[in-house]
């Protein structure tokens, strides 16, 4: 059997855990910098300690993710946090649970249907710039901007007529959330999620409104539906009328755990990608300004529609650099069954392994000069000479985001729209990240918007 990987130095009595809860980030690429593409992360005090082992390379998470998925499962330590967080919905569930979530939802998440909801994406859209247009002030920080933003259009997919009601609330909830499961997850020892810690006790208040307001809003739904038979085209709507070819459906139970899920996954995964976009736009002036020459010399003033996404193949390439350089899911999680042998070394049974796309993504062995943004590392031909796994912002293998049809259409409508509508310059240049459940910007993305004629 293979050598276990290197270990990455860390301090005597605590090994990596203050590197970890500082910046989780930089240590994974301290990890790749120092030990290579396997590494070993021990966190916590002798008798007490967990050990992680990263992965950074693109084989090691092919081999993860899809040619060895069947032996890393869904069992890690950070999982198991959000499961108990979120419910067992298509992002925790696994085995038959799993492949029947999945046979059942699958087809509401085909392209020709997530392309129907291209409407009502624009329509949020061209809501922010109106608003924009009508604001005193030049400035806009877009990360709170495109949250909200991408939260309304999530919400109004799911929920239909109830998106403003839900927007404060899982605005409110998620961050105490998201911030509550990355401490339990880094932590060698937590106390039991029943004692009434200062942390327990914030992340139960949180979850308990975000649980009530789905229960609410499904409870309504189920109400309208038995008085006037009413079928809905919102994904809530279709959660509880979806059946199968041997007409299983979901139990109302499980409706809420989907609901979560999709709530979690589809804001804050989309609301990065275009933050950030925008931001490195603001920063790269060309780059903006190709983007936009290809935008206006397609659409010609008109709102975007889904058909338009392949004909702009630049915009798209932005959007794919942004995700590149800030992925939403900066890290994935899983658990070996048995020992593995990865990019030639051992990974014992039963620990914890996680891929960092974060890493991957800035590794120099597939991106040269890795921190600069360059849109055009997505010219397909660039694309052919590398790995599949060196760019995975949605995952991969047999677990590969369902959603990822949904958010690239948001993206690529969003930005298109936004710089019909305006020029970016930066605020802020230098902008700080946190690894949460999902990637989340911890200062101020401000950006000047300067209003442009249509053509």
């Not at 990263?54 to 998470?61: K, L, R």
């Not at 919400?155 to 839900?166: S, W």
């Not at 609330?169 to 020892?189: A, D």
């Amino acid at each position: 059997m293979a050598d276990l990987p290197p270990t990455l130095p860390g301090a005597p009595l605590l090994g990596s855990l203050v590197d970890l809860r500082r910046d989780s980030l930089a240590t994974h690429l301290r990890a790749l910098r120092e030990c290579g593409d396997v590494v070993r992360i021990v966190v916590g005090p002798p008798g007490w300690r967990t050990t992680f082992y990263g992965v950074f390379s693109a084989e090691g998470a092919r081999q993860v993710l899809t040619t060895e998925s069947s032996n890393f499962r869904k069992d890690s330590k950070a999982y198991g946090e959000i499961r108990a967080t979120f419910g067992d919905g298509l992002l925790t569930s696994q085995d038959e649970t799993y492949r029947r979530q999945r046979r059942l939802i699958q087809p509401l998440f085909t392209r020709r249907r997530v392309d129907q909801y291209a409407d009502a994406i624009a329509e949020e859209v061209d809501g922010v710039l109106r608003h924009w247009r009508q604001r005193d002030d030049p400035i806009v920080e877009l990360h709170g901007e495109m949250t909200r933003l991408t939260l309304r259009v999530v919400a109004r997919i799911l929920f239909g007529t109830d998106a403003e009601e839900a927007v404060p609330t899982v605005r409110r909830c998620f961050p105490v959330i998201s911030e509550g499961v990355l401490q339990r997850v880094i932590s060698p020892i937590n106390p039991p999620r029943s004692w009434p810690t200062r942390a327990n006790r914030r992340r139960d208040a949180a979850q308990k409104e975000l649980y009530a307001l789905c229960d609410r809003i499904i409870a309504e739904r189920a109400a309208a539906g038995r008085r006037d038979d009413a079928t809905s085209d919102d994904l809530l709507g279709l959660f509880t009328l979806t059946r199968d070819s041997s007409g299983d459906q979901f139990a109302a139970s499980e409706v809420r755990d989907q609901v979560l899920i999709f709530l979690l996954a589809g804001h804050e995964t989309t609301a990065t990608a275009l933050t950030f976009a925008l931001h490195l736009l603001a920063l790269h002036p060309d780059a903006q300004a190709k983007a936009r020459a290809e935008v206006d010399d397609l659409l010609d003033g008109r709102t975007p529609v889904a058909a338009d996404v392949d004909n702009l193949p630049y915009v798209t390439c932005v959007i794919k650099e942004a995700m590149r350089l800030y992925p939403s899911a900066p890290a994935i999680s899983r658990m070996a069954v048995t020992d593995t042998e990865v990019a030639g070394f051992r990974i014992p049974a039963r620990s914890n392994v996680f891929v960092s796309t974060w890493a991957i993504h800035r590794n120099p062995a597939y991106w040269p000069d890795p921190e600069r943004f360059d849109p055009d590392r997505f010219h397909p031909d660039a694309e052919e000479n590398r790995p599949r796994y060196a760019w995975m912002p949605f995952g991969g293998g047999p677990r590969a985001c369902i959603g990822q049809h949904m958010s690239m259409l948001e993206s690529t409508l969003s930005l298109a729209m936004v710089l019909q509508a305006f020029e970016l310059a930066p605020v802020d240049t230098a902008v700080s990240v946190r690894q949460g459940i999902t990637l989340r910007a911890t200062s101020r993305v401000r950006c000047r918007l300067t209003p442009r004629r249509q053509p």
